[in-house]
Each structure stands twice: as structure tokens, then as C-alpha cells.
């Protein structure tokens, strides 16, 4: 395992790194504008169904774009040396994804890292197809990455006997809480919050659009599903950690707020301008909501 902050160019040990050719206008021409992306997926369902429904790619801001479904975020960062592939999907997904990455412009031999939320099949379902179709390396927080090699999740997940297995795939680089990996001109950086799984992990990193930057925070899901046999009050450890988590997912830089599940920022009211796209104090807000339904859930436990 190879400790980080790491460049690809010393992790893949090139002799050069020629930087990675930006957009053509032709090929941009296929990412369509946030409106559209929003009435593209105006009509998907809800839970799996919209998960697996077609979207065309669309930027989102700077060089960030949303290159899956209607229902599941995965994210490309074009940086000036190459992509970065931020979650990816249901197994079904790799060919849309795929093809929504050409469509940026960007090379799939250019994707030069992978990097993930959590360990579950609704968003690492396809990673290691295009894992394959790229060459990539990934990189991941040590309580994640024995589930993402195996497909297996921890056995103390509260979804552990309801989540479906994936394909596993190889982990390159573990990384620690506030690690970083720099790709080009952009630096991603890795935030533990074992919330929704034990390894969940949200990232921030820069995106420009001329001289205004915005922190964009891709923050994992703060949802806590689990088991109907589980019981969060019977794994006191387990609900300071979930606690704990709600408290720095507060603190968490915010500029631009992205989850897992597009809805659970209301990213189609903020692509379509309704709402602001950017707020400082979203992720504070998105933790606050999860926090508040958590105390829900462990109220009703402690009913008899």
C-alpha cells in the first residue's frame, strides 16, 4: 500500500505526464446544460428504478461533472493531467458512464483515479468494470477498503444482511482521515464519516470557473438504514461514532453540496436555479437533517 498525498505521476512512475487535453468543443457540445440534465430525469422513479435510468452527462460547476444515472451520483473531475471518477453505480451503470465520459471529452484511458463514498452495490456496483475499462488506480480509507476488495460488507454494518454483494475490486493506496491525492492541478481530500456505513467517506476539492472557485463537497449519505432485526440502542459504539460523524460533517468545507443521492441535497431544484447552487452552509444543514431523523429512529427504539 502506498501512503498519500501521491501524484499520479510518481504513483505510475511515467517519465512524463503530459497534461491531459481539456474538452473539445465538438464533444462538449454532447454534455447537455443542468436544465436539461434536470428534465432529463424529471419523470425517473423513485429507489432502484431511477438508480438505473439513463442521464445524459452535465457540468455541475467548474470541472466537475455528473456523469451517471438519474438516481445515482457518479462524478468526473477533469483536472489539467487526467480525470478522477468519484463513485460510479449500479453494475449496470459501467456502459452509460462509460459513454457519459466520452462524451466530456474525456479519454477512458484519462481516468486515472477512482475513488468512492461508501461500500455498498448502489455505488461501487460498477467500479470494478471500469476499473477494467480504464486502468485506473483507486484509492480508499482503511475502514472501507477490505469491503470494497471483497464486495463484502463489514459484518456490524447495520445493512450488513440486507445489502446486496458487488464485485470487489483492488485498492492501490489507503489513505487516512484528511488525506489527500493530488491529480494535476486539483488536490481531493478524504473525510471519514461512518455514518451511513462504516467506511463512508466524503471528499472536498476546488472547482473554477474563471477567477471564482468553489469548495465542492461531496458529502457520502448520512442516512442510517438498517436491518429490521437491528437495533442501533443494543451498539452503543457504534452511535457515538454515528454521532460523532453528524458533529464533523457539520465542519466539513462546503461550497458546493453533492451526495450520493442526488434528492438528498436537492440537487435537481439547485441544477434548475430554483435554489442556489452553491451554500456554505449546506452540508451543516444536510447533517442537521440526518442528525434529527437519527434521534427519530432511536426515540422510537427506546419505546417498548
Known sequence: MKALPITLCAALALASCAPAPAPSQSVAAQVVTPAQWV????????????????APPTRIYGNTYMVGTCGITALLVVTDDGAVLLDTGMPEAAPLIAANIEKVGVRLADVKWLLSSHEHLDHVGATAELQRMTGALTAA??????????????????????IPRFTGFAIDSVIQDGGSITLGDTTFVAHSNPVHTPGSTSWTWQSCEGSRCQTMAYMDSLSTPAADDYRFTDHPDYVAGVRAAFAKAATVPCGVL?????????????????????DPAGCAAYAARAEATFATRLAGEARP
Do not use: M
Not at 146 to 160: H, V
Open 39 to 54: 428534465a432529463a430525469c424529471a419523470d425517473a422513479p423513485q429507489g432502484s428504478d431511477g438508480w438505473v435510468k439513463p
Open 141 to 162: 480509507l482503511e475502514p472501507a477498503r477490505q469491503p470494497l476488495q471483497t464486495g463484502e460488507p463489514w459484518p456490524y454494518d447495520p445493512q450488513a444482511t440486507i
Open 258 to 278: 453533492i451526495t450520493p443521492h442526488p434528492e438528498a441535497s436537492n440537487l435537481a431544484a439547485r441544477l434548475s436555479g430554483s435554489a442556489p447552487l452553491a
